[in-house]
């Protein structure tokens, strides 16, 4: 909701939980005054802050500059060599890590693969020996579309062991999505698998390859993992399996010592225009920012089983199933299949398996699982667990206090994470022995960052005043630049408010300094807790050759948090009918992914539109959820449509 200036607020939670004693004494962070202590040392020389935490990394050649700050370009660790994969791997073979598990990984039909750290390396040096037996170089780009399995993990590893710029493109996007994201990044590899188990079925991967290769001319090779076994096409010449491709290639590989902003990754998000960005992140930066939140957050030690529920092909999963925690020699779960399969309790049964200490998961997840009963977690020991964490969305109270109640038995702390594909880290979160929470709040800054709520002037807001989200100072895992577009990268996030990065995000501050996120102020909906722009949808639809026009809104969802409703007008001659908008469901998914297909659409004659020919989004919404419509209409081009829009609601 939106008032002058700012945003109002509207969510009133009064719960405090404050640490256990028993936690905070082995926390990393221990209390309110060691947090204090890091977050009043990085204010008062944020360089020494920062040089001193990057300090615990394996450096091949030590840094110059610890910032290099041309607003808006960063650059950290100037003059600094190292490598991100021998931070995660090489520099934990040298101590008794050697033969600890450094990814535990479950198929969904059940098989079973657990990685040391010394096969880690092995597995990681043979890819990366076979990547470059194909020509690919330092500086190149490689995508990979594959689903949740250990060879996503190597492919990563190997690609940041000899310079390649990885893209990896979630297993959901459609064909037409990840040939964009191909051409976009012009990747001359492409690295897939014969599909994946999700629910028990196969999602073909290859199929949809072949489909966007034909329209990526930059792709030289398809390298297919045998996962499934089912039959697939394989072109002569182009395509080659792993398994071929591997044999013979030398398990040693020397690490390249890149430079600290040498370009680890490409991963494409939503924003508020058709198009996606490619949010490019850093080397060195990038794995501190991943590094030390892993520690501060999750309290990550040697001891703890970690699992984070992300997909790779997400933020999160870069950071929390891969590189934040193998920075720190931890044990990370990865699982492939579908959280309910075969039965609602799969997740709960891994934890008590495999007992798992630290669960990372997403609102949406729980609010899934809480709907299908608590009889499902009461049949697994969850005893092992001693932190949950979520991401992804602001969590509801009545998700948190099951979450709390019946998964962490009462007994763990919860760590609501705020952070953005572009921010590369967490960036507000409560560090669990020392931050006391309160349901719904991503509590207090992470030390080092500078987040504040302004309203549209920049002004700081008041207490309890909903504004914007936006970063003071520039941080190391900040994102670099969008990927060929250093324009897009400036106009996005540093345009807004002068000298600060927007977010995107309203939020509020309380009178405890505790921020509460409200979600988007932009054309950005979060969809089961994944970034969706409504452009991207729109333009989707008005690809097929049916309609006319399309204005997507959100309308809030029990379970997904957003529904995507569509407002579609179609062209003369065209009839709506129920098989029309089973086809222009079916038509988004083809040309986007699953994830972005509308759960309603709704034929119109005519959208709401400004007399500037703006679409009207805000009332589009108020329909969408049947509310009656409040706010400011005398812009309205035509009242007409607005009953109209309301009848055919009937
Ligand atoms: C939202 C995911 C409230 C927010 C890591 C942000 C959250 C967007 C939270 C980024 C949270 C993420 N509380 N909202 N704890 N975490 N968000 O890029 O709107 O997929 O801008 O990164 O998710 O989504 P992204």
Redesign the pocket.
Known sequence: MQNEKGITSVLNERRKFKPSPAFSRLAHVKSMQAYKRLCKAAERNPDAFWASLAKEMDWFSPWKTVCDWNPPFAKWFVGGKMNVAHNCIDRHLIGWRKNKAAIIWEGEPGDVRVLTYQDLYREVCICANALKSQGVKKGDRVSIYLPMIPELAITMLACARIGVTHSIIFGGFSAVALCDRINDASAKIVITSDGGYRKGEIVDLKEKVDEAVLKAPSVQRVVVVRRTGIPVAMKEGRDIWWHDLMKGMPDRCKAEALDSEHPLFILY?SGTTGKPKGVVHSTAGYLLGAMMTSRWVFDLKDTDTYWCTADIG???GHSYVVYGILANGGTTVMYEGAPTYPTPGRLWEMVDKYHVNIFYTAPTAIRALMKLGDTWPKQSRLSSLRLLG??????NPTAWTWYHKVIGGGRCPIV???????TGAIM?SPLPGATETKPGS?TLPIPGIFPEVVDRDGVKAATNTGGYLVIKRPWPSMLRTVWGDPKRYEKQYWSDFPGCYF???GARCDQDGYFW?M??VDD?M?VS???LGTMEIESALVSAPAVAEAAVVGKPDEIKGTAIVAFVTLRSGQQPSDALKAALRAHVEKEIGVIARPDDIRFTENLPKTRSGKIMRRLLRDIAVGRETTGDITTLEDYTILAKLRQDED
């Open positions: 998000t997400w933020v999160t979520t991401v992804g969305e602001p969590i609501d994470t705020w952070w953005q594909t572009e507000i991503a977010t995107g995000d996120v979600g988007r950005v979060n807790g994944h970034r």
